[in-house]
Structures are given as structure tokens and as C-alpha cells.
T-cell receptor, first 114, second 114 residues
């Protein structure tokens, strides 16, 4: 079975500072990994996904994530936070094969302070 | 705007009642997914339909049912509602049948059971 752990339900950074949102996964087979963002009163939007190609994945809005198999991690980063990045971020996992649904983490709320 | 539409946006009803949530996928997408998002359970996959057929099932209660119509829109029916069913219900769509394919989320329906 797959599972996702997002460390920190709430992260607060200053505008212009590095954003680091942590995600660790558990999977018995090679995983596909995803980061989604949810802005207030909206649905989820795909930021980026890892599907066993390059381990460093670049997404929209300047975000990127690195797949580290040895650490079973897929942390999301952005060099410089903008006020508009304030949102809820979800990490999700599914096995590379088969038809198993996405398993989402509990989410991390990012606050950006001016 | 993801191209996925959901109606209604808000729904307030009483315990024991039945409601129907509606979802229209993006143009060209054949798969529709339903998710429930609550504070205690997080984002939970309920069910997937592909081109009118049930494709995958998650943590969907027996009181809940869904279907996908020939025009590809989908409805989620919730009956004998309980206070604990209060949540945000999201619909997502994707082109193919694979559950792990890129999913585009609608804005959600907020259900409040009083």
C-alpha cells in the first residue's frame, strides 16, 4: 500500500525567502509522485509530477521537486516566495503500474509574510 | 479555470436527506473522479468512471453512488445524509482511463449537513 506523509501542516515564510515543503512517501513499487496546489475556495491544480524520468522535476510558478529514492522523499521547493504562493499544497503518490488511485497527503498550508 | 464544472457550489441540507452533485468534465476527457475533502480525513478518493463505466473504487460509502452519462457528465448521489458527510466534494477529469493520469479538478461543492 502507498502512503504519503507531509511534514508540517503549516509553514510560514517571508516574501523572497526559500520555500521548502516536505513530502515522504511509502511505496512497495516504483512510484509516480505529484504535487498539487489548492488556492482558497478553488479546486486542486497540478504543480508538477514525477513519472520516473528526470529526478529533478520543474513545475509551474517556479516550483520544482526532487525525487530521492534513498530518502523516499519528494520535497517541493521554490527559491523565492511570492505573496501569491500562499495556498494549501498536497503531495500525492500512486504506483507506476496498475490502476491504483492517487493517495494524497494531509496537506501543508503555506503562509507568506510581507 | 480547469475546464471542469461542478454544481451547485454550496448545498445545505438536513440529516436523512438525499442530494445530487453534478460534474461536467473538460472537453475531450473521458474519465471522471470524485473526491471527498474533510478536515479530519483529508482528501479521499471515492470513485472513478471512464466512458460510462465504473473503473476504480475507493473509500465510498454504500449510501453514496455515482454514474456517468453518455454525454460524459457525472452525478454523485449521497443519501441518508449524516452530519459527518459535511465536506467539500471535488470532481476531477482526465483524458485516459489510468487513475494516475493528470487530473484536472473542479472548484468543488461544499455540502453542509445540519
Amino acid at each position: 500500500a502507498q502512503s504519503v506523509t507531509q511534514l508540517g501542516s503549516h509553514v510560514s515564510v517571508s516574501e523572497g525567502a526559500l520555500v521548502l515543503l516536505r513530502c515522504n512517501y511509502s511505496s512497495s513499487v516504483p512510484p509516480y509522485l505529484f504535487w498539487y496546489v489548492q488556492y482558497p475556495n478553488q479546486g486542486l491544480q497540478l504543480l508538477l509530477k514525477y513519472t520516473s524520468a528526470a529526478t529533478l522535476v520543474k513545475g509551474i510558478n517556479g516550483f520544482e521537486a526532487e525525487f530521492k529514492k534513498s530518502e523516499t522523499s519528494f520535497h517541493l521547493t521554490k527559491p523565492s516566495a511570492h505573496m501569491s504562493d500562499a495556498a494549501e499544497y498536497f503531495c500525492a503518490v500512486r504506483p507506476a503500474g496498475g490502476n491504483t488511485p492517487l493517495v494524497f497527503g494531509k496537506g501543508t498550508r503555506l503562509s507568506v509574510i510581507a | 479555470d480547469s475546464g471542469v464544472t461542478q454544481t451547485p457550489k454550496h448545498l445545505i441540507t438536513a440529516t436523512g436527506q438525499r442530494v445530487t452533485l453534478r460534474c461536467s468534465p473538460r472537453s475531450g476527457d473521458l474519465s471522471v473522479y470524485w473526491y471527498q475533502q474533510s478536515l479530519d480525513q483529508g482528501l479521499q478518493f471515492l470513485i472513478q468512471y471512464y466512458n460510462g463505466e465504473e473503473r476504480a473504487k475507493g473509500n465510498i460509502l454504500e449510501r453514496f453512488s455515482a454514474q456517468q452519462f453518455p454525454d460524459l457528465h457525472s452525478e454523485l448521489n449521497l443519501s441518508s445524509l449524516e452530519l459527518g458527510d459535511s465536506a467539500l466534494y471535488f470532481c476531477a477529469s482526465s483524458v485516459g482511463a489510468s487513475v494516475g493520469g493528470t487530473q484536472y479538478f473542479g472548484p468543488g461543492t461544499r455540502l453542509t449537513v445540519l
